[in-house]
C-alpha cells in the first residue's frame, strides 16, 4: 500500500472530486465510512462527544454527529464559537445539524468531565490539513481530553500530527485509542515518537480516485496482504532439497548458543532445504539434540575462529556471534573472500561497527540493525525520521538493505525505497526476536527470493507469526521460539 504526503493526499483527494463526486458527498462518505466503524465497534456506546476543527476534518466530524444522531444516539458537538468561519463543506455540515434540535452545539470551554459513562469522544479537530502546533484554547481542550479515560477515537489522524514529519518535542497532539483513518496510512503513523498517539489504526477505503492511486509516484509503502500475496511462492511438488537452498547460519559463542539456535530453527521453519548451524564446539551437543535437522560444522571451542566457504549458500551471521579478537578475524577473513549478499545480525554488525569496517558488507546484503546497532554503525540522530534519512543515505551508498528494526520495522532498499511493516507486537520485545528474524530471512534468500522480496516477506512474516503467538499465550508470556512455532500457520493462511 502506497503512502502518500498531505500535498499527495490533497491531489488525490481534488483528482477524485474532478472525477464527478461532490467535495461535500466525499466528506459524506468518509463520515459514513466512520459512522460504519463505530457502529459494529462501538455497539454499547450511547453517547458521543464530537470535537470540530473548522477545516474539513471538523467537517467530517459535522457530517458524523447528524449520521450518528440518525442512529439514535446522543450527540453532542463542541466547537470553536470564535474562529473566523469554516471551510465551506464543514459550514453545509454545520447548517444541516444546527437544524435539527436534538444535537447541542457548544462551545470548547464547556466541556465538563462529569458523567461520562458510556461516551466517546471523537477527534476532528484537525487532519492533514494542520500547519503549526496547537496553541491557545485548541491545546488547552486537547490538554484537557487526553486526561479523561473515556475512549477516545481520532478522525483521520490524531488532531496535533502532521502527516509526515515529527512534532516538536513538547507539542500537545490527541492521544487517541484508534485512529480512524482515509485510504492511506500516514508516515508519522509509524514512527514511534508520533506512532504513540494512534492507538489502534484503521483505514478506511473512501474510494479515492484508483488511477490516481496507482500513477502517484512515492518511495514510501506499508507491507499489507496483498503486496506478499504477490511475492509469497508456493512450494514446487517436483522438487528436492536442493530445490529450496542451503542456508548457513553463523553464531553462537560459550553462553549464547540460544541465539543461533533459535535462528537456525527459524531458517528451517521457514522453508530452507539444507539448513547448517556453524558455531563453537561447545554448541555441538545443544544444536545437535534440539534441532536435529541442522547439520552442525564446529569451528572454534567456545567461540568462532573460522567461517568456511560454503558453494551456493546463503550465510546468516551474527546471532550470539561474540567479539571475541578470533570470531573478528574470522568475520573479517570471510568478507575478503566471499563476495555473495549475506544477512549481518547482532555481534557482526557491532564487530564492523567498532572497527570501522563497513564497507567490507558485500553488495546486496541484508543488514538487520535494532537503533542502537544503527546508531553504532551510522552515528547518531535526533529521532526517528532522522535515522530512517540516514538509513537511506547509507543504503544507497553500500548498496545494501537496512533492516531498521522497530516495532515498524522499516526495509530500505539501495534505491532509497521505504518498506514499514505493520505486524508484530511487543510480546516480541524480548532477546531471541532478531535472531528469529535472522533465520527467515537467510531462509528466504537461499530459497531464491529475490533479496528485496525476502526482506519484506520476512519483516511481515515474522511480525505475523509473533501475532499469532500473542494471540496464543499472551504478549508477556509468548517467547521467540513460540513465534518459530506459528511460521507455519502463517504459511498455511498464504494459501487461503
Ligand atoms: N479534501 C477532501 O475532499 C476530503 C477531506 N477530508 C478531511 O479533511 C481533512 C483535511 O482538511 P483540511 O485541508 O481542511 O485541513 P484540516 O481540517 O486538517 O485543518 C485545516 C484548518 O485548520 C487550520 N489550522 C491548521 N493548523 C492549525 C492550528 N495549529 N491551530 C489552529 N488552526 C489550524 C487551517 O488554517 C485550516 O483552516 C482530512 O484530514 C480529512 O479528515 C475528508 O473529508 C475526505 C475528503
Ligand atoms: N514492540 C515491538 N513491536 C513489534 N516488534 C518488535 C517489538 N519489539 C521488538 N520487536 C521485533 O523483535 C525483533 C528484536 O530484534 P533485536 O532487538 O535484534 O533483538 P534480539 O536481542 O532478539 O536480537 C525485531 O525484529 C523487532 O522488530
Ligand atoms: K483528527
Known sequence: ????????????????????????????????????????????????????????????????????????????????????????????????????????????????????????????????????????????????????????????????????????????????????????????????????????????????????????????????????????????????????????????????????????????????????????????????????EAMFMGSGERYIDEIGIQEKAVYGIGPGFGKEEKTQKALFDFLKAYKDPVVLDADALNILAETGNIKSIPKNSVITPHPLEFERLFGKTENSFERLELAKEKAAELQIFILLKDHHTAVITPDKRVFYNVTGNSGMAKGGSGDVLTGILTSLMSQKYEIEKACIFGVWLHGKAGDLAAEEFSKESMLPTDLVQKIGEVFKSLLD
Not at 447528524?66 to 469554516?86: A, H, Q, S, T, W
Not at 503486496?227 to 522438487?239: A, D, H, Q, V
Not at 521453519?269 to 561447545?282: D, H, Q, R, V, Y
Open 1 to 292: 500500500m502506497k503512502i502518500l504526503t498531505a500535498q499527495q493526499i490533497r491531489d488525490c483527494d481534488s483528482a477524485t472530486i474532478e472525477k464527478g463526486i461532490s467535495s461535500v458527498n466525499l466528506m459524506e462518505k468518509a463520515a459514513r465510512a466512520c459512522v460504519e466503524w463505530i457502529e459494529i465497534n462501538f455497539r454499547t456506546t450511547h453517547k458521543f462527544l464530537i470535537f470540530c476543527g473548522n477545516g474539513n476534518n471538523g467537517g467530517d466530524g459535522l457530517a458524523m454527529a447528524r449520521l450518528l444522531y440518525e442512529k439514535g444516539l446522543d450527540i453532542e458537538v463542541f466547537i470553536d464559537k470564535n474562529n473566523k468561519g469554516f471551510s465551506s463543506d464543514a459550514n453545509v455540515n454545520l447548517k444541516r445539524i444546527k437544524h435539527i434540535n436534538g444535537i447541542d452545539i457548544k462551545s470548547f470551554s464547556d466541556f465538563s468531565m462529569t458523567n461520562k459513562d458510556k461516551t466517546v469522544i471523537i477527534d476532528a479537530f484537525f487532519g492533514y490539513g494542520l500547519n503549526r502546533k496547537l496553541s491557545g484554547e485548541m491545546k488547552n481542550i486537547v490538554e484537557k481530553l487526553n486526561l479523561t479515560k473515556i475512549p477516545k477515537i481520532s478522525i483521520d489522524m490524531p488532531s496535533g500530527l502532521f502527516a509526515d514529519k515529527i512534532v516538536e518535542k513538547d507539542s500537545t497532539v490527541f492521544k487517541a485509542d484508534f485512529t480512524l483513518t482515509f485510504q492511506f496510512y500516514k508516515r508519522s503513523f509509524l514512527h514511534p515518537e508520533t506512532g504513540t498517539f494512534c492507538g489502534k489504526i484503521e483505514v478506511l477505503d473512501i474510494g479515492l480516485d484508483e488511477d490516481f492511486i496507482d500513477e502517484i509516484e512515492t518511495d514510501y509503502f506499508v507491507i499489507d496482504e496483498d503486496l506478499i500475496k504477490t511475492i509469497y511462492k508456493p512450494r514446487e511438488e517436483f522438487s528436492n532439497k536442493g530445490t529450496f537452498g542451503k542456508s548457513i547460519l553463523v553464531g553462537g559463542s560459550y553462553g549464547k548458543i540460544g541465539a543461533v539456535l533459535m535462528s537456525t530453527l527459524s531458517a528451517l521453519k521457514t522453508g530452507s532445504g539444507l539448513t547448517f548451524t556453524i558455531a563453537p564446539e561447545c554448541g555441538n551437543m545443544i544444536i545437535q539434540s534440539q534441532v536435529p
